[in-house]
């Protein structure tokens, strides 16, 4: 007696399913393998001297300042500022982004006119820009907040508006031919085939916006990660400045990993 098709897809998914875990596994272990290489011969090194400890300190010193920190609630105090700034400029600068995208596909009238004006301002260096908004807001929360989101938005609107100018005009015609308003076109059409680019800038609006806001409190802020690593510098404690440096790297990738959740949700949604 033949196996039901049925019961052949079944087979097959689960050796499929098999597959894709077996696959996972070995990239884990092989993301362990260079990460314990890494640190271990960092840590080496800095024992038998092949590099200067001085300077580039070990991973056991650094772990040993780390308690110390969440020990006497300083390096709390630090990251949550360094956090909340983060978050908000990545909110506000892909929020902005996107908003001022949606207007210049509404008007292609203004899409002309601000066009070489978006170009010089991408290609200018947001970050010389930090002292101009310090003086002009202040040497606070907002100003650093601001630098987070300014370094992002430009990059955000000229990225989303060309996926909006590329969706296929078809669709567009299609709605038209049933009466949608250019509103209705635009939710209907434009932005659910443009999820996939916004949450690819989403990812990286999250680097953006810590460069942003790390350089912002390198000028002015008095706390923050930002503070902790000019902090380092000026007084030789560089195994303090690596712990910023660390810190960031995790709290970036548990940033991005959110997004990519957010990426999964929306695709199993969509489908």
Not at 99 to 113: F, I, Q
Not at 118 to 138: E, H, Q, S, T, Y
Not at 207 to 219: H, M, N, P, Y
């Amino acid at each position: 007696m033949k196996p039901k098709p049925s019961h052949n897809i079944s087979l097959l998914h689960q050796q499929y399913l098999y597959t894709l875990k077996r696959e996972k596994g070995k990239v884990r272990f092989y993301q362990l393998i260079i990460f314990l290489v890494f640190f271990s011969s960092w840590e080496l090194s800095s024992q038998k001297q092949w590099i200067d400890p001085l300077i580039f300190s070990s991973p056991a010193k650094i772990v040993q300042l780390l308690f110390e920190k969440i020990q006497d609630g300083s390096l709390m105090v630090h990251l949550g500022i360094t956090l909340s700034e983060t978050v908000f400029g990545f909110l506000l600068g892909t929020i902005l982004g996107t908003l001022l995208a949606a207007l210049l596909w509404w008007s292609p009238m203004l899409s002309k006119v601000l066009d070489p004006y978006l170009v010089i301002l991408n290609a200018m260096p947001k970050v010389a820009l930090g002292p101009i908004l310090i003086v002009a807001l202040g040497p606070n929360f907002t100003s650093i907040m601001t630098m987070g989101a300014m370094i992002s938005i430009i990059i955000t609107t000229i990225v989303v508006y060309t996926s909006f100018r590329e969706v296929d005009p078809n669709y567009l015609k299609v709605l038209q031919t049933f009466g949608a308003t250019r509103l209705q076109s635009f939710k209907e059409a434009i932005l659910p085939a443009s999820f996939p680019v916004i949450i690819s800038t989403l990812k990286v609006n999250v680097g953006l916006s810590w460069v942003g806001v790390i350089v912002g409190e390198f000028l002015v802020s008095s706390k923050g990660l930002g503070y902790m690593i000019i902090y380092g510098f000026q007084v030789f404690n560089f195994t303090l400045v690596f712990l910023s440096l660390l810190v960031i790297a995790v709290f970036a990738t548990i940033m991005y990993q959110l997004v990519e959740y957010l990426e999964r949700k929306l695709i199993k949604n969509g489908n």
